[in-house]
């Protein structure tokens, strides 16, 4: 088994100078390049747990999120731990599936592990139990407080956006398909972002929004596409809090035999912009979010508050419209 002593001895450095160059401490650079190369020579790994005890620091991110199953959530965690491993990280991913009391115990466990720092995405308030365990956290999509850097995309102006490009495709009855609940303000601000802009401009519009879970929600989706669009076509723009939603629509309006025809006589907009297995058979056009940046600004804002460097706390990505095919081009 080779030994720290054995890269101090190829190298022809002393032990101390072989921990420093693994703890990431400042050396003279003929001593690194020396020791980086006998460490790569004699394939030595390091002990993580010595490390973290010498240097207090575990070089891991506890990452607690809602779900992986949206393409969103997907990607974004792929961005971060990609920008994590470049900084020498690695990723602790932390599933919720939306229980606050499991999210309670990935704090409790983030406390015990000692990570370096949290990046949450979480709907429910687990900002005092981090203050407790005194560990950095970056919130991304909810704000808690002054005192917890928030990153999302600006979701409101999203909504506005959508409902112009709705008009500009030469739509005039709109309708708006979402789940909200309480935790989830995204949603609430995309959906408000759209009505405030039909209300300020008398655009008659419908809307179909629910606290269902996600089964009850798909077939709160088909009820509505049944009632709303397999009769008649009066309603000729929709626009959907999350690009699956509008999978679900589409699914429904082929198997009621709907006369709307998503990109010819019904133009449909979705919110991610994120592609997933199901949208590959047909391209949902989107406001999408910019998921590389978010997840680059997050962890750039992590890394610098574990480095005790002065964050900026508040931050918002603007959303771009791009062109599928649920629009006329």
């Known amino acids: 088994m080779v030994t720290i002593n054995d890269v101090a001895k190829l190298a022809g450095v002393s032990r101390g100078t072989v921990s420093n160059v693994i703890n990431h401490v400042k050396v003279r650079p003929e001593y690194q390049e020396k020791v980086e190369q006998a460490i790569k020579d004699l394939g030595y790994v390091p002990n993580a747990y010595a490390r973290s005890l010498k240097s207090n620091r575990t070089h891991t991110v506890a990452l607690i999120l809602p779900t992986v199953w949206f393409p969103f959530f997907s990607k974004l965690t792929n961005d971060m731990e990609q920008e994590l491993r470049r900084r020498g990280y690695k990723l602790l991913l932390c599933n919720s599936q939306n229980d606050y009391h499991l999210e309670l115990e990935y704090v409790s466990m983030a406390k015990e592990n000692k990570v370096d720092g949290i990046l949450s995405i979480t709907y429910s308030d687990i900002a005092p139990y981090v203050a407790d365990a005194n560990i950095p956290m970056v919130a991304i999509e909810r704000y808690f407080n002054a005192h917890i850097p928030f990153v999302s995309t600006d979701n409101f ?100 035999s709907c006369p709307a025809v998503p990109g010819h006589t019904l133009q449909i907009i979705g919110f991610d912009g994120t592609k997933s297995h199901a949208n590959d058979r047909i391209r949902i056009s989107s406001m999408r979010q910019p998921v590389e940046d978010i997840a680059a600004y997050a962890v750039d804002t992590l890394c610098r508050q574990i480095a005790g460097e002065e964050v900026e706390y508040y931050k918002l990505f603007p959303v771009t419209f791009i062109q599928g095919k649920t629009t006329r081009i």
């Open 157 to 256: 102006q999203g909504g506005v956006m959508a409902a112009q490009k709705l008009l500009e495709l030469g739509c005039r009855r709109l309708a708006f398909i979402g789940r909200l609940s309480d935790k989830n303000g995204v949603t609430k601000l995309r959906r408000d972002g759209f009505v405030s802009y039909c209300q300020e401009n008398d655009i008659p519009f419908i809307e179909l929004y629910s606290e269902s879970d996600s089964q009850e929600f798909i077939l709160e989706i088909d009820r509505f596409v049944e009632q709303e669009f397999k009769n008649n076509t009066l309603w000729d723009g929709v626009f959907t809090a999350a690009d699956r939603y509008a999978e679900y629509m589409i699914d429904s309006l082929r198997s009621h």
